[in-house]
C-alpha cells in the first residue's frame, strides 16, 4: 500500500512522508492503527491524487489541510490522513491556529508538540525512504524523554492543550519531561483555560488509558496543571502532623488507581470507568476530615460527599450521563463492605449490595480489593478473606436467585388486578413494597407474595 501510494505522489510531482506519531511508535515497535502523512502537495492535489485509488475520502479536516482517505473494506480498511507541510500561526487566545500551508518538511517538523514527534520518513514507489530527524527525536526517544522542537513556552503558548498531552505521553510511553518543559507547564497551566472541557477530557481519557496512569495524574498534579482540570484530585494532598496520623489520601489514591489496574482482565482493553472510580474514591475525605479527640482522624460519609464530587467534576467535563452515574455510583458504595465484618451481614444485606452495584459488580469487587492498601500484612489478609467470603455468598445466593434482576414477585398487572387500582403512584408504591420484601426475605412463593401484599394494602387504609 506504500509503495503503491509513493508512486501516486511521486507521478503527480510531490513528495510524501510518514510523519508525527506513526514514526515514532515504529521506532518504539508499538503497533501502528492509523498512519499520519504529509506533503507538499496542497488539499485539493491531495484528493485529486488519490481519488481513484482510495476507497473513501473525507473532508472533516481539509480546512486544517487534512484529507482522510480510507483504503479496503470492513474491518480491513486502512485509515491513512494526509495533511499539507503546516506553517501555522497561533493568535494566542484560543488553541486554533491561523492555518498556513507550508512548502517545507522542516518548516513543517519544527511546529509540531514535542521532538519525539517531529520525524519523518519519505514514501517512494519502492517503500521508505530518506529518514528525517532535524530536531533529534531520535536522541529523544533514545533517552525517553519529551522535549519541545522551540522553547517550551512557544510551543505550549501556541496551544495549551500540549501540556496535557505531555502527560499523555508520559503515561503511554513511560517516558519523562525535561527539566525545561516542566518549569514551563508550571509556570504555564493557567493557559489551560483556553481549551474546551471536550478536548480537556479526551486528553484526560487518553492519560488513564495509558500503561501507566499514575505518572501521567503525578505529572498533571506537581505541575498545577491539575489544579485546572482536575482540582479535587490534587486537593487529596492532605497536611500529616504527629498528633493526628493517617494516610496521605492523595499517595493511597494512586496506588489504589496502580492496584486497581493490576486486577483487570490482561485479555480485555483497559476499563476506564473502574480506573476513574479508583483515582476519585476517596475524593470526599478532604472536606470530611475531623480530628477526633482520641488523636484519630475520621472522614465520616466521604463517600456521599465523594460521588457528589464526582457528579460535579466529570459533568464540569462533559463527560456522558452513563459515564457519571456509573464512576459516581462506585465512588458511592466503594465504603460499604467494610461494614460486612467477619461475614455478619444477612442474606437481605447482601442482597442490597448486588442490587444496588448491578451492573457494576465485578468492577466494585476490583474497586474494593484495590483500596486495601495497608501495611499490616495481618489486617490486609483479613481483608481479602473477608471479601472472598463475601464473593463466595454472592455466588451462592445468585445460584438460589437471579440476584442480577432482583425484582418483586409480582408484577404491575398483578398488582392492579389484585387490588383492584387503575395504573397510577399507588401500583408503584405498591410495586417498591414488594421489590423491599423481595431484598429482605429473598424469592417468595406467589400465594404468600399476594397475602404480603394484601397486608400491607389495608395497613394503609
Request: glycine residues 8%; charged residues 30%; proline residues 4%.
Amino acid at each position: 500500500m506504500l509503495c503503491e501510494l509513493g508512486q501516486l505522489f511521486a507521478d503527480a510531482g510531490h513528495g510524501l512522508y510518514l510523519v508525527g506519531g506513526s514514526v515514532r511508535d515504529a521506532l518504539l515497535d508499538r503497533p501502528l492503527t492509523d498512519l499520519d502523512f504529509t506533503t507538499d502537495a496542497r488539499p485539493d492535489q491531495v484528493q485529486k491524487v488519490v481519488r481513484r485509488w482510495a476507497d473513501g475520502l473525507w473532508e472533516t479536516g481539509i480546512e486544517f489541510g487534512t484529507v482522510g482517505v480510507g483504503k479496503g473494506v470492513g474491518e480491513e480498511t486502512a485509515r491513512l490522513e494526509i495533511t499539507t507541510f503546516r506553517a501555522d500561526a497561533y493568535d494566542r487566545v484560543t488553541r486554533n491556529p491561523e492555518v498556513q500551508f507550508g512548502d517545507r518538511l522542516e518548516d513543517d517538523l519544527v511546529r509540531r508538540d514535542f521532538t519525539v514527534n517531529a520525524m519523518a520518513v519519505r514514501i517512494t514507489p519502492t517503500g521508505l525512504g530518506e529518514f528525517h530527524d532535524p530536531l533529534g527525536g531520535l536522541d529523544a526517544i533514545r533517552d525517553r524523554v519529551l522535549d519541545t522542537p522551540a522553547a517550551p513556552e512557544v510551543s505550549f503558548g501556541d496551544d495549551p492543550l500540549r501540556m496535557l498531552r505531555a502527560a499523555r505521553f508520559v503515561s503511554q510511553l513511560g517516558f519523562s519531561v525535561a527539566p525545561r518543559v516542566r518549569e514551563a507547564m508550571t509556570r504555564m497551566a493557567g493557559e489551560l483555560g483556553r481549551i474546551t472541557v471536550e478536548r480537556v477530557a479526551a486528553e484526560l481519557d487518553k492519560t488513564m488509558l495509558g500503561h501507566d496512569p499514575v505518572a501521567g495524574i503525578d505529572l498533571m498534579v506537581q505541575t498545577g496543571l491539575g489544579d485546572v482540570v482536575l482540582p479535587e484530585v490534587g486537593g487529596m494532598r492532605m497536611a500529616i502532623d504527629e498528633h493526628h496520623q493517617h494516610k496521605d489520601v492523595y499517595q493511597h489514591s494512586l496506588t489504589v488507581l496502580r492496584q486497581a489496574i493490576d486486577l483487570e482482565e490482561r485479555s480485555s482493553p483497559p476499563d476506564l470507568v473502574l480506573r476513574w472510580a479508583a483515582l476519585l474514591h476517596d475524593i470526599g475525605k478532604p472536606s470530611t476530615r475531623r480530628h477526633e479527640s482520641d488523636g484519630g482522624v475520621s472522614f465520616h460519609h466521604h463517600e456521599v460527599v465523594g460521588a457528589k464530587l464526582t457528579r460535579k467534576r466529570m459533568r464540569a467535563l462533559k463527560y456522558s450521563k452513563q459515564m457519571i452515574d456509573d464512576v459516581s455510583q462506585l465512588v458511592y458504595l466503594h465504603l460499604r463492605f467494610h461494614g460486612y465484618g467477619d461475614g455478619t451481614w444477612t442474606d437481605s444485606a447482601v442482597r442490597r449490595y448486588v442490587t444496588d452495584a448491578g451492573p457494576l459488580i465485578d468492577r466494585l469487587h476490583k474497586l474494593v480489593r484495590a483500596d486495601c492498601t495497608t501495611r499490616n500484612k495481618r489486617r490486609a489478609a483479613r481483608l481479602q478473606a473477608n471479601y472472598d467470603d463475601l464473593e463466595n455468598r454472592i455466588v451462592e445466593l445468585a445460584a438460589k436467585e437471579d440476584l442480577q434482576r432482583v425484582r418483586p414477585d409480582l408484577d404491575g398487572n398483578e398488582i392492579m388486578r389484585i387490588l383492584g387500582i387503575p395504573a397510577g403512584p399507588q401500583v408503584g408504591q405498591a410495586w417498591q413494597y414488594l421489590k423491599e420484601l423481595r431484598l429482605d426475605r429473598g424469592p417468595l412463593e406467589h400465594d404468600e407474595a399476594v397475602d404480603e401484599l394484601q397486608k400491607w394494602w389495608n395497613s394503609r387504609e
